[in-house]
């Protein structure tokens, strides 16, 4: 595995994060940037990212709790309560916010920006649960960066709130995929009709989808409801978006 940690710094600080490269060949390569799911960083995050890499891309996995300090990876299934859920994600969610992971954003799209390794200066996000609204956030935010987005099993993407990741869509110039999760109630079939109206009303190139059968959290292979099949689909469906868009 090609994993190199480096700190990148922000407004607020130095956030952790971590570099994946092909395991052979040479760059430069296009930039992506992974964003990780509420469990946060830990081998199953790594294992991905150098799997999107070999796939011939740079790749920056950041950890978007970095404020909270240094941290244990969390055992998902070890989890057996709602109660130690809301205690531990609680303390983590408190760390973050929509507008401190742009702040984190413009700052990881500098970094890239820097790197010899990385070609161009477009770049393709994908994110998984949290990650999924980070990502339409980021292609509202960074239109002149962001190429591509990949958005899996998120949730909240087409809310009635004020700051909905759905309502950035006309600002969005990439190409978008969204794979929901089916029975997820953080993005059912009404987010889902809402979503995909607004990216048409803005005229985005996107897909949006539930994976039927698939819940919440399939794509991570140490998630206790991880689908193989799904988790492959989306697998498919991300290196053929990111083919397309950042070759």
Not at 55 to 64: E, I, K, S, W
Not at 103 to 125: E, H, N, W, Y
Not at 195 to 210: H, N, P, R, S, W
Request: glycine share 8%.
């Amino acid at each position: 595995m090609s994993r190199t940690e480096v700190a990148i710094q922000t407004r607020d600080g130095a956030a952790r994060a971590f570099t994946f490269i092909p395991s052979s060949g040479e760059g430069p390569w296009p930039g992506v940037i992974f964003y990780m799911d509420a469990p946060a960083i830990r081998p199953a995050l790594f294992e991905m990212s150098q799997r999107l890499a070999d796939a011939g891309y740079f790749v920056l996995l950041p950890d978007m709790f970095w404020r909270i300090g240094p941290y244990e990876p969390i055992d998902i299934k070890a989890i057996r309560s709602d109660e130690d859920r809301r205690a531990i994600f609680g303390k983590f969610f408190a760390t973050t916010s929509p507008d401190k992971s742009m702040s984190d954003t413009a700052a990881f799209l500098d970094f890239l920006g820097t790197q010899p390794q990385v070609k161009g200066t477009r770049v393709g996000v994908t994110g998984y649960c949290m990650g999924g609204s980070t990502v339409i956030r980021a292609a509202g935010n960074f239109p002149d960066r962001v190429a591509a987005v990949g958005a899996f099993h998120g949730g909240n993407l087409a809310t009635d709130a004020e700051d909905s990741p759905h309502l950035l869509a006309p600002k969005i110039r990439a190409k978008v995929l969204v794979a929901g999760a089916d029975m997820d109630r953080g993005f059912d079939d009404a987010q889902c009709e809402r979503l995909d109206a607004a990216f048409k009303a803005a005229g985005v190139d996107a897909e949006v989808t539930i994976y039927r059968g698939a819940k919440h959290g399939y794509a991570p292979p140490d998630m206790p409801v991880h689908d193989h099949d799904a988790a492959e689909r989306h697998w498919r469906e991300l290196l053929a978006l990111f083919a397309e868009t950042l070759s």
